[in-house]
């Protein structure tokens, strides 16, 4: 280190983009909100077919996740057999534009193979 005094640390555990990386740095959480963004309420085998490469384990341990952190509501019928729909909460939908926004950017500054 150079100098008298120690930089400050901008990426401490409690940094926003650190959260923010923690939360939707993964493969598959963005192109989960943005599929149900896209379709509105969907089943779990139609999320399944609307993905390409993700594993029914992977989709289902995502999802468990985006409903525990309140981004997706997952609602069980007392059915035979059960039916379960997966949607956006409304923090789920509060997301979409910023996710919108960098797929935007991408389009726009990044060669896609």
């Not at 909100?33 to 309420?41: A, H, K, P, Q, Y």
């Not at 969907?42 to 309140?70: H, P």
């Not at 509060?94 to 726009?108: F, G, L, R």
């Amino acid at each position: 280190m150079s100098g008298k005094f120690a930089k400050k640390k901008l990426c401490s555990e409690r940094c926003p983009f650190r959260v923010v990386m923690d939360r939707f740095g993964d493969k598959w959480s963005v192109l989960i909100i943005n599929t149900l963004s896209e379709n509105g309420v969907m089943r779990f085998t139609e999320l399944s077919s609307s993905i390409d490469g993700i594993s029914l384990k992977m989709l289902s341990s995502t999802l468990r996740v985006l409903e525990e952190d309140a981004f997706v509501l997952r609602t069980v019928y007392p059915e035979v057999p059960p039916r379960v729909e997966y949607e956006l909460t409304s923090l789920g939908r509060e997301i979409v534009s910023y996710i919108k926004s960098i797929s935007d950017w991408a389009v726009q500054n990044i060669k896609i193979k």
